[in-house]
């Protein structure tokens, strides 16, 4: 992994953490691989995340130590947007579009339902989030 890609994936975990983004990260090859971020702790690269994980019927919380390259987020291909959610965005979109170049509001909708608008699945960074992962609403 590049230090251009880490930098991006980074920025990219630290954007989706309020929104309870979900992770593929293994301690052992007999762990369920998914886990929620709930907290970045700063480092370049390396750092601690905060984290619950299922474990059993209930879930774990904790913190631990982890490098940048172990850590793939499972975001939703634009392409998985649904009707309901294309209308909304486009009213996003339409309602930004005079004299602004730039929306925060349009950025933390596509983070709030997880879309890979930076082109992080087709670059390895991060999985396609099987259907269900996240509650479309």
Same mark, same amino acid.
């Given at each position: 992994?590049?230090?251009?890609e %880490?930098?991006?994936?980074?920025? +990219?975990?630290?954007?989706?953490?309020?929104?309870?983004? #979900?992770? +593929?990260?293994?301690?052992?090859?007999?762990?369920?691989?998914?886990? %929620?971020?709930?907290? #970045?702790?700063? !480092?370049?690269?390396? $750092?601690?995340? $905060?984290? +619950?994980?299922?474990?059993?019927?209930?879930?774990?919380?904790?913190?631990? /130590?982890f490098? #940048? $390259?172990? @850590?793939?987020?499972?975001?939703? /291909?634009?392409?998985?947007?649904t009707?309901?959610?294309?209308?909304?965005? !486009?009213?996003?979109?339409?309602?930004?579009?005079?004299?602004? !170049?730039?929306?925060?509001?349009? @950025?933390?909708?596509?983070?709030?339902?997880?879309? !890979?608008?930076?082109?992080? #699945?087709?670059?390895?960074?991060?999985?396609?989030?099987p259907?269900?992962?996240? %509650?479309? @609403?």
């Amino acid at each position: 992994m590049t230090r251009k890609e %880490k930098q991006l994936l980074i920025k +990219d975990l630290y954007a989706r953490v309020p929104y309870g983004v #979900i992770v +593929d990260y293994k301690e052992n090859e007999f762990e369920a691989p998914h886990w %929620k971020i709930t907290a #970045i702790y700063p !480092d370049t690269f390396d $750092g601690r995340i $905060g984290y +619950d994980k299922r474990v059993g019927a209930g879930y774990e919380s904790g913190s631990r /130590p982890f490098k #940048i $390259g172990e @850590v793939k987020p499972y975001l939703r /291909p634009m392409s998985s947007m649904t009707s309901d959610e294309r209308f909304e965005y !486009d009213e996003l979109q339409h309602f930004y579009t005079h004299g602004l !170049d730039f929306n925060v509001d349009e @950025v933390d909708w596509l983070l709030s339902h997880h879309f !890979d608008f930076r082109g992080l #699945i087709e670059k390895g960074l991060a999985l396609e989030a099987p259907d269900g992962m996240y %509650k479309t @609403v």
